[in-house]
């Protein structure tokens, strides 16, 4: 295949991003090119449906190259370069995008300036966010604004300039070697420093023709390597440089570097020695500027007041309370229309016939059984009960829709960070009480309000979210609880875990929420018991998915008709090294593989439908490790599918929590695993309620040599377990109707019995006691620890935010200046006696 110009896309697991790609190439005003498209072992089918709608008009000017397995960015670039011979080659990311002038203006530049290996243009570096519509923009910013040209000195510190942004000839290419393979990242930068030192590298100033895509809060594959792989970066960035001073040293030997490092040592610490006497002489400087702006405005507040006739003082202050009550009646007025369809019967409905708001964490932008699981759930529970009005709250409305065939409604953006969210529910709470509040506020509230128009009840589903460690969904339950509330809607919380990270603030805000609740189920005796502290009545239940209704089986994947094992892993890896944490879950499949000769499904909990990444590329990775014959990664599915999957199996390995919810519900033995405290809480107390709370694993006890006893106790019991679990299981199926017949009865009329049902007790009656992994001191101060380190992340938020909130003597140049001017003013207004008199009234 002959062009004048290859176009190297290299691309790994972003079919979305691939086709914007593309398109950007088609786009081009140059035609003569040709795309080798090298797909770095990712998904073919993503590769294959960004491909198909676009084929016709690529024409034969594509080559598609699929590695088995991923090579690294730099072999994929070198493959795809040696499988063309064009004049001029670009390494086009997958992620990034042309001006359609790129290629014409580029091209033209090197046939005109043939000294020059390469060129690059101005480029545009922007932040996005990607939405399921398709992406938002939030901020644009110039690479590099102020180079007038490309030196190989200022590519020492860093580098200049990115692929998307050069064009070179193929010849350099050759001369050069190619990118280094050894690199899993910079070998472009390791690349521009070799053709630097043979070759000169043109740039093209004026309007950015080159496009940098960058994503701040993206993970797995959409995430950009500059930004979510930065550690790996700087040590990558060492190893080069250590690379060539070994190289420069061999043959210049290392005087010369010892003398350089000396003086750059004395010199930067007179730098510093420096810097500390112009800091310290800096905040002598503001301090004292700080306490003269803070003297002048007391002062001209003062000669204000007093010059000013008493009843002008009053009407004034008469007119400003008037206006900020105004604004408050203003906005509890607009509160209290929205309360008007839950207080009046034929707009909210009674009864049965009333709409119920049902709040989970549905509509993320990876999709996650367990919350949609606990969704369904609950809604079942409430159709058997007579209740069929409904609207979901949801992130993506479509989504759930189109999923639960119901009216769905826009759940807020909330922030996450601890300060910032503490304080915005403060604002909430001050416009709910009728008081003025910012647009953020205003923004929340009025969502919230839309979702529950017409609604009589609340029901926030179970989950295990009322922790600071997801401070966002804890602030959108608060939120909506004070909402909900306000309008007068009756709010009731299913089965929850709490904590176990709570800061203070949390800690009262959660209590003083739950305390405007009709009631709220524990999911474990851990929160059932937190609560209790609180000053918090509530129920301990089981998980609101433990008894969910099975898919149809017809829309259940192909499964082994021998039997299989079921086994889900989050990627989170804990206090664990991620590569460690993955060969110790391979090492469990085997284990159980030797024990019970079945095929492994390796089924997803969390990951984007068709995306491969979450679980699914956790998956693959611990499948690779595994040395059992039949280990099967599956792609994502839906709740109720991947419930049944889990139920059918012989046997459960999971890291997460509700595989092992559906396992123990079947009757199905399970071998869990925590990889935090947080995963002890709520996996453990799933346990404790079925009677096997010694199963339960965590990270810390898989290194102890101990898990192949652990895996045949579990599996030469299987028989035991099952009985024990179906013995058990129509007791608590009982409890779990009686639970969900108190809800129902709540949201109908209000009424509550005055006894509500106990959770049966189960004790284990196994005959072999599995052992315990450690000591109740030993596990008491782990959790301990765990929990400090949470809440210290939390405090850290905390600390910043209130710092930030301090007026800096930086910060208040305009205040200084607006009050040394307004001195200035009243001292040439006003008599000099009576500033002289408000002065002694300061001093003194």
């Known amino acids: 295949m ?39 072992g990712g998904s073919r089918e993503q590769v294959t449906q960004a491909l198909d709608p676009r084929l016709s008009s690529i024409g034969e000017r594509i080559l598609r190259l699929d590695n088995p397995t991923s090579l690294g960015m730099e072999a994929a670039s070198n493959l795809g ?137 993206a993970v797995n594959h959409e995430a950009n390597s500059v930004i979510a792989g ?47 006497e112009v800091a310290r002489q800096q905040a002598d400087g503001n301090d004292r500027a700080a306490r003269l702006a803070d003297d002048l405005h007391r002062l001209e507040r003062l000669v204000q007041d007093v010059s000013q006739p008493f009843a002008l003082r009053a009407a004034r202050s008469i007119r400003r309370r008037l206006r900020e009550r105004r604004e408050g009646e203003q906005l509890a007025m607009e509160l209290q229309a929205a309360r008007q369809p839950a207080v009046v019967p034929a707009a909210g409905g009674d009864g049965k016939d009333q709409r119920v708001a049902v709040f989970g964490d549905v509509g993320q932008h990876e999709y996650h059984v367990g919350d949609e699981a606990m969704t369904h759930a609950a809604i079942n529970e409430l159709r058997k009960r007579g209740f069929s009005e409904f609207v979901v709250l949801t992130h993506d409305v479509d989504q759930t829709s189109k999923l639960y065939g119901l009216p769905a409604a826009r759940r807020p953006q909330v922030p996450w960070n601890a300060y910032v969210r503490h304080q915005l529910l403060q604002e909430i709470k001050h416009l709910i009480d009728g008081g003025p509040a910012t647009e953020a506020a205003k923004s929340v509230v009025r969502t919230f309000q839309e979702a529950f128009q017409g609604c009589s009840s609340l029901l926030l589903t179970g989950g295990g979210n009322l922790t600071s460690q997801y401070g966002g969904l804890l602030f959108e339950r608060l939120a909506a609880i004070r909402v909900a509330h306000a309008m007068g809607l009756n709010v009731l919380v299913s089965g929850q875990t709490v904590g176990p990270v709570l800061t203070g603030p949390d800690r009262e805000e959660t209590a003083a929420a739950l305390s405007l609740c009709a009631i709220t189920g524990a ?40 039997g299989y094992i079921a086994a889900t892993f989050a990627p989170a890896s804990g206090a664990m090294n991620r590569d460690d944490y993955h060969r110790h879950m391979a090492r469990l499949l085997d284990l159980a593989y030797e024990q019970l000769q079945l095929p492994i499904l390796l089924l997803p909990h969390v990951s984007t439908f068709g995306a491969q990444d979450g679980d699914q590329e956790c998956h693959a990775s611990i499948a690779r490790l595994s040395k059992a014959p039949d280990v099967r990664v599956i792609d994502q599915q839906a709740a109720l599918e991947t419930a049944t999957l889990t139920a059918n199996a012989e046997l459960v390995i999971s890291s997460r929590y509700h595989p092992v919810v559906f396992g123990l519900s079947a009757g199905v033995p399970v071998l869990p695993v925590a990889v935090d405290y947080y995963g002890e809480v709520r996996i453990g107390g799933a346990l404790e309620n079925w009677g096997l709370a010694p199963v339960l694993r965590s990270l810390r006890h898989l290194s102890d040599g101990n898990d192949a006893k652990w895996v045949n106790s579990v599996t030469g019991q299987r028989a035991e377990i099952r009985e024990h679990l179906e013995q058990h299981a129509a007791s608590l199926a009982r409890f779990h109707d009686g639970w969900w017949d108190t809800v129902a009865g709540l949201m109908e009329d209000g009424s509550r019995p005055e006894n509500i049902s106990s959770m049966p007790g189960v004790s284990s009656t196994l005959s072999q006691t599995l052992e315990t992994a450690e000591s ?21 938020d905390w600390l910043q935010g209130q710092l930030d909130g301090v007026p800096t003597p930086a910060a208040r140049p305009d205040l200084l200046a607006r009050v040394l001017d307004g001195g200035q003013r009243l001292m040439q207004a006003r008599p000099a006696a009576l500033v002289r008199k408000a002065a002694r009234r300061i001093l003194h």
């Not at 061999?250 to 500390?276: K, N, S």
């Not at 959790?783 to 400090?788: G, P, Y």
């Open 230 to 276: 930065l550690d790996e970066h700087h040590f990558y960035s060492l190893k080069v440089r250590d690379r060539l001073l070994r190289e420069h040293a061999r043959e210049f030997g290392l005087g010369p570097l010892l003398y350089q490092r000396e003086l750059l040592a004395v010199e930067t610490g007179r730098i510093h020695d420096r810097l500390e």
């Open 523 to 562: 999911r474990e005796r851990y929160t059932h018991e937190l609560l209790g502290s609180l000053g918090i009545t509530s129920t301990q239940v089981l998980d609101d998915a433990t008894f969910l209704t099975p898919a149809d089986p017809g829309q259940l994947p192909q499964v082994p008709a021998s």
């Open 81 to 217: 370069i040696r499988a063309v011979d064009s004049d001029f080659i670009t390494v086009h990311d997958d992620d990034d995008e042309w001006d359609p002038d790129f290629l014409t203006t580029t091209v033209a530049h090197l046939e005109a300036h043939p000294e020059e290996g390469g060129v690059s243009v101005e480029t545009e570096i922007v932040f996005e966010r990607l939405t399921p519509e398709g992406r938002e923009v939030e901020d644009r910013v110039r690479m590099e604004p102020g180079m007038r040209e490309i030196t190989l000195v200022d590519l020492l510190h860093y580098n200049r300039f990115v692929p998307i942004s050069f064009l070179f000839r193929r010849s350099v290419y050759d001369e050069l070697g190619g990118f280094d393979e050894d690199l899993a990242v910079v070998g472009d930068w390791e690349f521009h420093l070799r053709f630097l030192v043979r070759h000169q590298i043109g740039l093209l100033r004026g309007r950015p023709l080159a496009f940098w895509n960058q994503r701040r809060s």
């Open 2 to 40: 002959r062009s004048r110009v290859a176009v190297i896309i290299r691309t790994k697991n972003r079919g979305r991003l691939l086709g914007r790609a593309l398109d950007s190439v088609l786009g081009q005003t140059f035609q003569d090119w040709c795309i080798v498209l090298v797909n770095d």
């Open 776 to 796: 109740p001191e030993a596990a008491r101060l782990n959790a301990s620890n765990e929990i400090a380190i949470g809440n210290l992340a939390q405090h850290s």
